[in-house]
């Protein structure tokens, strides 16, 4: 049985490893979106591509992310890496598949926890302008 990606999920757990509040996620979508939005919209398994876009957009994450990612297959994956050269094995019924990664796993994912701190950084240089402002 094929596991649904939960994009919405998704959305959350990119958000709150950028360290940004459902608020201030709403806040940079427009003014139609407050913070019960952004947590109904975290409960959707699915998302209109439009919407994902723009979250995107906002998050700095490739939209690809939000559909795509599954944390148990990604736990997997960084679990069973050992060295450079990692392989991942998945299981069908009865017989085994081999994928040779031509990267290893843990180095993109320090890549991605990289660019979202840089991401945060951005954020929170933005809402110091805002309260400035205020």
């Known amino acids: 049985m094929e596991q649904k990606i939960h994009q919405g999920r998704n959305i959350k757990r990119f958000r709150e490893m950028l360290g940004i509040k459902q608020e201030a996620l709403a806040y940079e979508l427009g003014e139609e979106w407050n913070q019960k939005k952004i947590s109904l919209l975290e409960q959707k398994e699915e998302v209109d591509t439009p919407l994902l876009e723009q979250i ?75 309260i400035d402002k205020k």
Not at 60 to 85: G, K, L, R, W
Not at 95 to 109: E, G, I, R, V, Y
């Open 56 to 130: 995107s957009q906002v998050l700095h994450i490739p939209v690809e992310a939000f559909q795509n990612f599954d944390e148990e297959q990604a736990v997997n994956i960084i679990s069973s890496t050992f060295h450079d050269s990692a392989v991942a094995n998945t299981f069908k019924e009865d017989s085994q598949a081999n994928f040779h990664c031509t990267f290893n796993p843990l180095d993109k994912m320090v890549e991605l926890y990289e660019r979202m701190l840089e991401q945060q950084k951005e954020m929170i240089e933005k809402l110091e302008k805002l």
